[in-house]
T-cell receptor, first 115, second 117 residues
């Protein structure tokens, strides 16, 4: 069990550019979550996948954001036309029905800085 | 509305002191789950405990203990004989759904705990 991994760990981009982040969940976990965390705040839910199906999206997820999980394994989160307000830590978590309800394992996050 | 409030932004204590982190939540659901996570300086969130709304028994795990009181909508966390390694940001979270696979977490703003040697 290698845990949840995220790539890259840090991303600096200029306003207006597109960025894509990747999350590899724990292999047997079929549930995958994306959260965003800004400095001094708790994480905010963005979206949820069960296997390859995106079952819920937060209203925080504007049209510039898109997430996929094409084969029910890894997931990608893309932000188009980045804005300075997108600067945050993007966290991925995974879970399994065999775990206690709500228990999630988090990756180290991708820190995005938009200049 | 679903909400978690951690009123203590930062707490600083000297090593070996006991410290309690407060968490107050709001939900209209009758079934829900409460969590505590730890975020050390390295940044990775670490699961500490989960509590079912039907189970109000307090729990102790080593130096950690949790006090769940439904009557006051509180789920407080106490560290006994604190150690420098306990320094981290601690988050309380609420998962308001059951019977649904999406256990998204609603988080408090966190309490930064500083343990001085």
């Amino acid at each position: 069990d290698t845990g949840v991994s995220q790539d890259p760990r840090h991303k600096i981009t200029k306003r207006g550019q597109n960025v894509t982040f990747r999350c590899d969940p724990i292999s047997e976990h079929n549930r995958l979550y994306w959260y965003r965390q800004t400095l001094g705040q708790g994480p905010e839910f963005l979206t949820y996948f069960q296997n390859e199906a995106q079952l819920e999206k937060s209203r925080l997820l504007s049209d510039r954001f898109s997430a996929e999980r094409p084969k029910g394994s890894f997931s990608t989160l893309e932000i188009q036309r980045t804005e300075q307000g997108d600067s945050a830590m993007y966290l991925c978590a995974s879970s399994s029905p065999r775990l206690a309800a709500g228990e999630q394992y988090f990756g180290p996050g991708t820190r995005l800085t938009v200049t | 509305a679903q909400k978690v409030t951690q009123a203590q932004t930062e707490i600083s204590v000297v090593e070996k002191e006991d410290v309690t982190l407060d968490c107050v939540y709001e939900t209209r659901d009758t079934t829900y789950y409460l969590f505590w996570y730890k975020q050390p300086p390295s940044g990775e969130l670490v699961f500490l405990i989960r509590r079912n709304s039907f189970d109000e028994q307090n729990e102790i795990s080593g130096r950690y203990s949790w006090n769940f009181q439904k009557s006051t909508s509180s789920f407080n966390f106490t560290i006994t004989a604190s150690q420098v390694v306990d320094s981290a940001v601690y988050f309380c979270a609420l998962s308001p759904r059951s019977g649904d696979s999406n256990y998204q977490l609603i988080w408090g703003a966190g309490t930064k705990l500083i343990i001085k040697p």
